[in-house]
């Protein structure tokens, strides 16, 4: 497991995880982000990520696309992405934008990572 200033990022067997440390979640994280993304699906070769937003009570609209970028490179591998979200306003904010059509949101990080798992 790496744990990188903002972020810990780790495997599950063929599971990439992103934690995301920061309570605030926006676009100073983004490229941050989009560099771990791009290291997990490329380096590490994974084709399912967890992202954990846990601790996240804000998010904006260019770390949600952050998350979309991630989800277009995976589904052209098969690949698939879920979030943990225990915020309500986060919550919120991924139903908004309906993200839930493109990939899972949990409030349980046992829930999300069982479903990477089947």
Same mark, same amino acid.
């Given at each position: 497991? *790496?744990?990188?200033n903002?972020?810990?990022?780790?495997?599950?067997? *063929?599971?990439?995880?992103i934690e995301?440390?920061h309570?605030?979640?926006?676009a100073?994280?983004t490229?941050?982000?989009?560099?771990f993304? =791009?290291e997990?699906?490329q380096?590490?070769?994974?084709?399912?990520i967890l992202? =954990?937003l846990?601790?996240v009570e804000?998010?904006?609209s260019s770390?949600?696309?952050a998350?979309?970028?991630a989800?277009?490179i995976l589904s052209n591998?098969?690949?698939?992405?879920n979030?943990?979200?225990?915020?309500?306003a986060v919550y919120?904010?991924f139903?908004?934008?309906?993200?839930?059509?493109?990939?899972?949101?949990?409030?349980?990080?046992?829930?999300a990572?069982?479903?990477?798992q =089947?």
């Amino acid at each position: 497991m *790496d744990n990188i200033n903002n972020f810990i990022i780790g495997e599950i067997g *063929d599971i990439c995880k992103i934690e995301v440390l920061h309570h605030l979640a926006s676009a100073p994280l983004t490229l941050e982000l989009k560099k771990f993304i =791009d290291e997990v699906i490329q380096k590490r070769k994974c084709k399912k990520i967890l992202f =954990d937003l846990s601790k996240v009570e804000f998010v904006d609209s260019s770390f949600l696309g952050a998350i979309v970028y991630a989800h277009k490179i995976l589904s052209n591998l098969n690949g698939k992405i879920n979030c943990v979200v225990k915020s309500a306003a986060v919550y919120d904010r991924f139903m908004i934008s309906q993200l839930d059509r493109l990939f899972k949101v949990f409030s349980s990080y046992d829930e999300a990572l069982e479903d990477l798992q =089947d």
